[in-house]
C-alpha cells in the first residue's frame, strides 16, 4: 500500500509534464512468496515478470480503493481476488489507486483521461522494482515483461497504461481490456445520450455521469478544453458536481443527487443538442467534419474527447497482444465500443464477445485472462536479469 513519487518513471509514455507527475500516488502491490531451504519465507529468487490490474470505476476516494484493502472487507477483497491468480504464476501484482485517489486525494480525478491512468500507475511499476531488488539483495528481480488487465474504467485504463509500458520499453506481453468505453468521441456520446434521453440507462450507473462529467469540466488542465468555456457539465451545476466528485461522495448518493427524469440537464447543453443532432441524421462520428457554425461551441470538448478516445489506438498503433472482452447484452457500456472498430485493421488485436449485463460479464472476461496465464504462451514467456542490478549489495543479518 505504499505510495511513489510520480516523478519517478510517470514521464514515459505520459509525459513529464502531465497533470500529476508531481504527485505521490498510491496502490497495492502484491508479491508471489515461497519458502527457502531454510524455512524462511521470502520473495522467490530469479526474475519475475509483472502483472498490472486496472480496478473498475468508483467514487469514493479512500474506501475500497487498492491500498486500502483489509481482509474481510467484502468490496475491496472481490478486486483483490481479482489479482491473486496472477500470483500463483509467479508474478508481481500491482493495483493502482489512480490518480485523485490514496495519496493523491488532493489531485482532481481524471476519469477517462489516458494521461493520468499513466501518471498513477508507472510510478508504481518502478518503486515495485525497486523493492524487488532492494529487499532480496538483487536476487529477485522484477523484469520488464508485463500483463495489463481491467474491466469497464479499468478496461480503458489498461490499455493507457499498455501503451505507457510499451513506450518505456517494457515488453507488453498482453493487454486484456474488459467492457471499456473505447469509443469516447463517438459510440460512448451517441448511445450514452440516446439511453439517458430513453430512460433506459441503469439508474446505479448514472453517477458516471458525474465522474465523466467533472474530468472534463475544467479539472484537468492537461485537456484541449479546459478553461476555454466549453466544459462537458453545464456552468449551472459545474461546481455542484465537481464536489460531489472530489468529495468522494458514494455512488448511490451520487445517483440520487442526479435528477432522474433528465440526467442530461446536468450536461453542457450546447454540446448535448449537438449530439441529439448526430443521432437524428445517423451521423456515427459527430466530432469529425462538424459544421463551422459549432466551432466555439463544442470544438474543444470534441477536441479533448478525440484525444482520449482509444480508437486509432486500437486499429493502427498498439503493437503488442491486445484482447478485448465486451458483452452484446452490456447495458451500460455499450457493445457499439467494440462493434464499431475495425478490429481486421490490426493482427495484434483479438476480440471475444460474451454474454450477461455489464456486472455479471465480469466473470467471463476474467476467466479469459485466467486462460492466458496458464497458457504455455505465458509459461514459456522468455525471461532474464537484466545485465546489471541497480543497487549495490545490501547486508541484512537476518536474511
Known sequence: GAGAGAGAGAGAGAGAGAYGNNATVSGLVIFPLTNSSDDTIGIPTGPMKGAVWMHGSQSTTFKNIPSEFVWGDEAILSTALLAFPTIFAGTVTILPDFLGYGESHSFYKSYLIRRAYQTSTMPLWFKAKELVRTETNCTSELVDFVT???????????????????????????????????????????????????????????YYLALWGSAYSSTNPDLPNYMQGQNLITDEHRSEVVKWVQEGLPYRQINALIPDDNPLSL??????????????????????????????????????????????????????????????????????????LNLASNPFLSHDAVSGDHSDALVSCFLIYIHFLLSEAYSTSPVQFSENCAIAPVHRPNQ
Open 267 to 340: 450536461a453542457n447543453q450546447g454540446f448535448a443538442d449537438f449530439i441529439r443532432m448526430s443521432l437524428a441524421a445517423n451521423n456515427p462520428t459527430p466530432c469529425v467534419g462538424y459544421n463551422a457554425s459549432f466551432v466555439g461551441v463544442i470544438d474543444k470538448i470534441c477536441d479533448a474527447l478525440i484525444e482520449n478516445d482509444m480508437t486509432n489506438h486500437l486499429e493502427k498503433e498498439a503493437r503488442y497482444p491486445i484482447n478485448l472482452c465486451h458483452s452484446v447484452e452490456d447495458d451500460k457500456v455499450m457493445y457499439s465500443n467494440v462493434e464499431h
Open 148 to 206: 495489463v488487465n481491467g474491466y469497464s474504467e479499468g478496461g480503458y485504463a489498461a490499455l493507457a497504461v499498455a501503451a505507457s509500458m510499451a513506450n518505456s520499453g517494457v515488453q507488453v506481453i498482453g493487454a486484456y481490456a474488459g467492457a471499456g468505453p473505447y469509443r469516447l468521441s463517438s459510440s460512448m456520446l451517441l448511445e450514452g445520450a440516446r439511453l439517458f434521453d430513453d430512460g433506459t440507462y441503469p439508474r446505479d450507473g448514472q
